[in-house]
C-alpha cells in the first residue's frame, strides 16, 4: 500500500484528491489547519492531523512517523486578488510552507511531489497561456507559486527530487467554501443568492475565464504519480470553454433556479483575459472528457442547496489597506 501526505485535505481540491487517494488505494495522511477548510470534508478513512505547513518541527515529524511515498501539496492560501494586501502572510503560507515541505521530501526521498500551482503564474500574455511561455505573475500570489515551481526545479536537478506540477484554473464544486468573499467567485455567487444579495461584479464583468469542475481534475491528480509520461512536468489543468464574469453569473442563477440583481463595482487590478490551451494534458492523459458548465454548476448548486449558505467572514490580518477594494472592508 502506497502512503501519500496530503496538505489542505480540508480544503476544497483536497477534498477532492483525498477521496480518489483512497479509491487507489492509498493510505491518506492529511495535513490541514482548517484556516480555509472543513473537517466535515475529510474523508472518514483518512488520518487527519491538524496543523499548518508552516510548523516545520511538526512537518518533520510526521515525515518521520510516516514512511510517505508521496507527497500532494495542495495547502495554499488562494485569494489571488487579496495577495496584494497580504504580501507576508501569502508568502509565509504559500512559499515557506512549501519549502518545509520540499526540504523533508528531499531528505525521506519521496517518489514524487505534486504541486498544485496556479494558471497566476503566467500574468499577462498571449492566450491561450501554454506552459512553455515565460513566467510573468502579477500578483505576490502567482509569484509564490512560480517561486515554489522553481524550487521544485533545483530539488530535482540537486538532488533527484521527482514531481509533477499541475497549474488549474478556475476551479468549482462540491465542497468549495462558499463563505469566502475573497476567492472562488462561483461560491461567491451560490451564497449570496441563496442571502437575498446581488451578484458583485468587479468592473464590467467583461473579464473571461475557463471554469473548471473539479471532478474532471481530481482524479488527474491523484493518478499522476503512477503516469511515466507526468514525472517532472508542467501541466494546465481545466475546461477548455471560457466565458465573461457577467454570463457566468446568469449561469449560475439558473443553476440555483433563483433570479438575483447583479451589482457592479469597482474594478480591482487583475488579468483581465485568461484562459489556457490543454494539448500537453490531453498528451500525458489521454483524451478528457471536460463536465459542461451548466452540467457542473447544476452539481454545485445541488449541493450548495443542501448544506444551506455560508456567513462571509472577513480576514483579520489585512496588512496593507491602500486601495484595497471598498467591498472587501465590509462584513
Not at 221 to 230: G, H
Not at 237 to 244: F, I, L, R, W
Not at 275 to 288: A, P
Amino acid at each position: 500500500m502506497k502512503t501519500s501526505l496530503l496538505t489542505g485535505g480540508a480544503g476544497f481540491i483536497g477534498a477532492h484528491v483525498s477521496r480518489e487517494l483512497l479509491k487507489l488505494g492509498h493510505k491518506v495522511i492529511i495535513l490541514d489547519d482548517l484556516s480555509g477548510g472543513f473537517e466535515e470534508n475529510i474523508p472518514e478513512k483518512a488520518v487527519f492531523i491538524k496543523g499548518s505547513i508552516n510548523d516545520q518541527q511538526l512537518v518533520a515529524k510526521l515525515f518521520q512517523d510516516y514512511s510517505f511515498n508521496y507527497v500532494y501539496h495542495l495547502a495554499a492560501y488562494a485569494a489571488e486578488g487579496l495577495s496584494h494586501f497580504i504580501r507576508r502572510y501569502n508568502y509565509e503560507n504559500n512559499l515557506i510552507g512549501s519549502i518545509n515541505l520540499i526540504n523533508e521530501s528531499i531528505k525521506y526521498k519521496i517518489e514524487r511531489f505534486v504541486f498544485t500551482s496556479s494558471i497566476a503564474v503566467y500574468g499577462k500574455g498571449q492566450l491561450p497561456l501554454r506552459e512553455d511561455m515565460v513566467p510573468t505573475p502579477e500578483d505576490p500570489y502567482g509569484v509564490a507559486k512560480f517561486a515554489v515551481e522553481q524550487d521544485l526545479k533545483c530539488a530535482h536537478e540537486m538532488f533527484g527530487l521527482d514531481y509533477t506540477i499541475f497549474r488549474p484554473h478556475n476551479v468549482y464544486g462540491e465542497y468549495q467554501n462558499i463563505g469566502d468573499k475573497y476567492r472562488n467567485v462561483v461560491g461567491i455567487f451560490m451564497n449570496q443568492l441563496m442571502q437575498n444579495k446581488p451578484l458583485t461584479i468587479f468592473g464590467d464583468g467583461e473579464q473571461t475565464r475557463a471554469f473548471s469542475y473539479i471532478g474532471d481534475i481530481a482524479p488527474l491528480m491523484a493518478n499522476c504519480v503512477t503516469n511515466p509520461k507526468a514525472r517532472n512536468e508542467i501541466i494546465n489543468v481545466g475546461a477548455d470553454q471560457n466565458y465573461t464574469v457577467k454570463t457566468l453569473a446568469q449561469e449560475v442563477m439558473k443553476a440555483m433556479g433563483t433570479e438575483g440583481e447583479i451589482l457592479y463595482t469597482a474594478s480591482r487590478n487583475e488579468v483581465m483575459h485568461a484562459w489556457s490551451d490543454h494539448t500537453k494534458c490531453q498528451q500525458i492523459f489521454g483524451d478528457i472528457t471536460y463536465t459542461p458548465l451548466p452540467d457542473g454548476l447544476k452539481k454545485m448548486a445541488d449541493w450548495a442547496k443542501r448544506t444551506g449558505s455560508k456567513k462571509s467572514t472577513r480576514f483579520e490580518n489585512i496588512e496593507i489597506l491602500e486601495k484595497l477594494p471598498p467591498i472587501w472592508l465590509n462584513d
